[in-house]
């Protein structure tokens, strides 16, 4: 509907418009300071991992003698880090591995949290809504906002760790966790795959975020409490007697993406997460939408 | 709610102007009760007439920001309704606030834009602003406001007066029907009052209509042809300036060594709330011609220095009407 209600005008302005608010939102957004910093945080991820593992490994040792099964990571340190020493390209899934649950989901969370409740300790959303921004295609502009956030943010640790992979270490064909070899440039198309997986997993977050930010008037409340339920979350899922809850936990499915690096690729809970997130979405983002049409703006 | 209007309201007619005759504000029994039950708005039956600079007045807390809010389409009346140019509000919000420029509560900036990305920003938030003109428009607003040579300095450097010139930029930035500015001379020094209160005229001497909420008497009555008051969240009264300060009477002033003798003087003449200041004494005149009381005065051998009525203030007019002095509502 955002769109076509500017059809009506007197001037006829044209409906291409209506997305200078996106326009000027992402630019906002990563023009910040603290988007910067985010993202400076996530990218020295991968920076750290790979020289800890070169260091690990200098003395001729490899990292845990990683065998083609060993992509579970061996119960020490995230997935994939026994093979980054054979691989440069599994620094990439290391990298990912190991910001999934909470680095990458913070960042999210300090983003969409900020959003609305931002805009509301500021006084700016006042004049937005008066501008008029309209506060479904206001809404509808934050989230996707928060969307490209997620993937930049995603794709920030990926190409970092891809550019330290292959510096510190070599690169070449590789193995799969099923033991097939694929090439160098078939494991990059899976990496990028990967990659838009792991960014399609925090769009439960972002849309949970987005609902908190229209909950409050305060941005670190609504940033402080996002991180919050993530953390809490994060903890109700090592809960063995809580099992029967957990499938429904936005971060149950988050390491599934591993399952993209099986030959072949085994879908089961890669859709389970997909499909989860988009509930999420829609749960949250209505109910966000609910909340923020409706809302009185007093600040 | 109910559309009391007589015309059709919402889709039908894109044009229900004529039934608000020419008001550019309308509202009847808009009301406003916050969730913590407390009676925020009460009743307000406000009209606006287009082309005027109308002045709303009112201590803080008597319910004026949260007029303006409901007006905005920011806050859903609790009952009654609000029109604006013509049209219902907040449902009519996308068409009429694009010919609205608002500056409610004073300016709100992101600090770590510049003032210029400031009102890009605003001005991108608009979907009927065109976005080939925006850059010349927002140079326009800059220059308008004085603010040109500082544009590209960060927001959060501004100073509070600097502020409040850039949130006026951003209710300039499209040529508007309706200009809603809430204590739009807030931190401002003498020399920026003055230049505000020059481009209200300017803008209202373009055809504007100016709705200007201030707790400064003299200010709305040295720009406003209109004036409502507000207290307790009720409207007192509305009308032209010059009417409503003619309700009130002027005060007698008698400048004269003799103060207490003056005072008994004039009480005796039926002179009421009688003040003496050093050597100043004033009084609610009496019935009569004024230079009796003169000759009365001379007569009791008091040495008159100077003897005339002030004319009523606004401000006069404001406490004749409430009974209470200008502060803050309980």
């Known amino acids: 509907m955002s769109q076509a209600e500017g059809l009506k005008e007197l001037r006829g302005p044209s409906p291409l418009w209506s997305f200078g608010l996106l326009r000027s939102e992402l630019l906002t957004t990563f023009r910040r300071w603290r988007t910067l910093a985010l993202l400076g945080v996530l990218a020295a991820v991968p920076v750290l991992v790979g020289i800890a593992v070169r260091i690990e490994t200098s003395d001729g040792s490899s990292f845990g003698g990683g065998g083609p099964g060993g992509g579970g990571g061996g119960g020490e340190g995230p997935a994939f880090i026994a093979q980054i020493s054979n691989n440069g390209l599994f620094l990439v899934f290391t990298a990912l591995a190991a910001t999934l649950p909470f680095f990458l989901p913070m960042a999210i969370g300090v983003v969409a949290g900020d959003a609305i409740a931002g805009e509301a300790s500021a006084g700016t959303l006042r004049y937005l809504l008066v501008a008029p921004a309209g506060r479904t295609r206001l809404l509808l502009t934050k989230y996707a906002t928060v969307i490209a956030f997620c993937l930049a943010a995603t794709l920030v640790v990926a190409v970092t760790a891809l550019a330290v992979g292959a510096l510190l270490f070599p690169v070449g064909d590789l193995t799969t966790i099923s033991g097939t070899r694929i090439t160098y440039a078939e494991g990059l198309g899976r990496a990028l795959l990967i990659a838009l997986v792991v960014a399609a997993s925090l769009v439960g977050v972002a849309a949970l975020g987005l609902f908190v930010s229209t909950l409050t008037g305060s941005g670190i409340a609504a940033m402080a409490t996002t991180v919050g339920l993530l953390i809490t979350v994060q903890i109700l899922d090592q809960i063995p007697q809580l099992d029967a809850l957990q499938p429904y936990f936005f971060s149950h499915y988050w390491l599934s993406f591993a399952d993209l690096m099986r030959e072949p690729v085994y879908w089961d809970d890669l859709v389970k997460n997909l499909g989860l997130q988009a509930l999420y979405a829609a749960v949250f983002g209505s109910a966000a939408w609910a909340r923020f049409t409706a809302k009185d703006i007093t600040a | ?330």
């Open chain 2, 1 to 330: 709610m109910g559309e009391p209007s007589a015309t059709e309201p919402g889709q039908g007619s894109a044009e229900g102007v004529e039934g608000a005759e020419d008001a550019v504000i309308a509202t009847r029994a808009l009301t406003k009760r916050y969730r913590g039950g407390q009676l925020a708005v009460d009743g307000l039956d406000l009209t606006v007439p287009a082309g005027s600079v109308f002045g709303f007045l009112g201590p803080n807390g008597s319910g004026k920001t949260t007029t303006i809010r409901m007006l905005m389409g920011l806050i859903e009346p609790t009952s009654g309704t609000a029109r604006v140019l013509g049209r219902p509000m907040p449902r009519a919000a996308r068409a009429v606030l694009p010919q609205v420029g608002a500056l409610i509560e004073g300016p709100a900036l992101y600090g770590f834009l510049s003032g210029r990305d400031n009102l890009l920003r605003y001005d991108a938030a608009d979907p009927t602003a065109d976005p080939r003109t925006r850059r010349d428009r927002v140079a326009a607003a800059l220059d308008r406001v004085g603010l040109a040579a500082a544009a590209g300095k960060k927001a959060k450097a501004y100073s509070l007066g600097m502020k409040q010139r850039l949130g006026l930029a951003a209710a300039l930035l499209q040529p508007r029907r309706l200009l809603v500015l809430d204590e739009p001379t807030n931190g401002l020094d003498p020399q920026g009052m003055r230049e505000i209160r020059a481009l209200v005229r300017e803008l209202a001497s373009d055809g504007t209509t100016v709705f200007l909420s201030s707790h400064l008497l003299d200010e709305i009555e040295q720009v406003c042809t209109h004036a409502a008051v507000m207290a307790h969240g009720r409207l007192i009264t509305q009308g032209a300036v010059a009417d409503l300060a003619a309700g009130a009477r002027g005060r007698l002033v008698v400048t004269t060594p003799d103060a207490g003798e003056a005072a008994r003087v004039l009480k005796e003449q039926g002179a009421g709330d009688v003040v003496v200041a050093e050597d100043r004494v004033t009084a609610e005149p009496p019935e009569g011609d004024p230079a009796d009381l003169n000759a009365a005065l001379v007569a009791a051998g008091v040495r008159v220095r100077g003897f005339g009525v002030e004319r009523a203030s606004l401000e006069d007019a404001f406490v004749a009407l409430t009974g209470e002095g200008f502060d803050v509502a309980g």
